[in-house]
Each structure stands twice: as C-alpha cells, then as structure tokens.
C-alpha cells in the first residue's frame, strides 16, 4: 500500500513538474515573440503608449489567443496586424494570450472626470430610455470581461471609443453580434463617456 502511494506521488510530482516545465517555454516563447514583434506597437510589457494600440497587460488568455487567431484567418480585418501574425501557431497564440495575461495592470489618470462619471452610469445602468444595455451585464463591474470578453478596465479611451465606432457601423464582426445592436444606439457623448470611465478603472 505505501509502495503504490509513493508510486502516486512520484507520478504526481512529475507530471507537475512536466506541466511546470511546458509553462516555461511558452512563456519563453512568448516573451521571444513580443520582444521581436508585439513591443512596437503594446510596449514591452503589455502598456502601450500610444491610444491608437490597445493596452494588452492583463488581458484575458483566451480572448487574446482568439483574437490572434481572427486576424491570421481574416475574421477580423487589420491590415497592420495580419502579417504580424501570419507566421504564428495556434500554440503561439495561447502562450501570447497566457503571457499578456500575466503582466501586471496599472491605474490610468482619467483626462475628464465629470466625462467619465457620466460613462460610469451608463456602463453600470445602460440608457433605459433609449435602451442600451448596461456593459457591466458582459463585461463585469469592474470591466474584467470573461474568458470569451475583453477586459476593458484601463484601456485607452480612444481605442474604446474607436472599437465602439467600428462595432456601431458593423465594421468589426468577427466578435459578438449583440455589440453591433449596443453601439449602433450609444451617442456620441455616451461612446466618449464610457470610454473616459472604463480607462481609469484597474
């Protein structure tokens, strides 16, 4: 009896220590493929700087690896990322999606603030007189998203906004077709408002 528990054991520890290991090297992997590519336009560490790129640090895995893997088959037309991607792996999308999943978030200063307390009410609440729905129902209270949903908390403003714009004019398709009804009814100062709101949460 204590021979087979030891037996378990050392199976146990072996395979943990497999699986530790195949960890390694996708983050290993990871890290060569941000370092040769993704840094230009996402930073070094998931922080871009510029509003035009999404902020990719602590992003959801599996959103990212899907995302990744919409440009590559044309789901989701960009023209700068298609050939960024075009000679990456499915394995190499979910070692980027684990790796940016990983890398630490940071609080934003929001540049409105009485901007971003009205996006706050329609992200929590919706409009019910012209009904939006609350983004809070999808995307959390705290703008964490889900595996299959963005993170949105600290995001650049105009990049929301931008996706906002693109989700309302059925630009973008290749995510869930319920964005396109939301957007297509946000105003302008709703898009702007929310988008002020969701880049100043953590």
């Not at 509003?51 to 023209?79: C, E």
């Not at 714009?165 to 995510?175: M, S």
């Amino acid at each position: 009896m204590r021979m087979r528990r030891a037996w378990q054991v050392a199976v146990a520890i072996g395979l943990a220590c497999g699986a530790a290991g195949a960890a390694a090297q996708d983050a290993k992997r990871a890290e060569e493929i941000v370092q040769g590519k993704c840094f230009l336009c996402h930073g070094a560490d998931g922080e871009s700087s510029s509003p035009i790129f999404p902020r990719l640090a602590g992003q959801n895995a599996t959103y990212v690896a899907r995302q990744l893997a919409d440009y590559k088959s044309g789901r989701r037309k960009n023209t700068t990322m298609q050939p960024m991607v075009d000679d990456l792996s499915p394995a190499d999308f979910a070692a980027l999606g684990a790796w940016y999943a990983s890398r630490p978030t940071h609080a934003h200063e929001v540049a409105d603030a009485e901007l971003a307390q009205v996006g706050r009410f329609v992200y929590l609440r919706g409009n019910p007189y012209s009904g939006v729905a609350a983004c809070s129902s999808c995307h959390g209270p705290a703008g964490h998203g889900t595996d299959t949903l963005p993170r949105l908390a600290g995001q650049h403003a105009q990049y929301v906004e931008n996706q906002l714009k693109q989700f309302g004019k059925r630009e973008r398709t290749n995510d869930n077709a319920v964005m396109h009804t939301i957007a297509s009814k946000l105003t302008e100062l709703e898009a702007k408002a929310v988008a002020a709101y969701l880049s100043g949460l953590k």
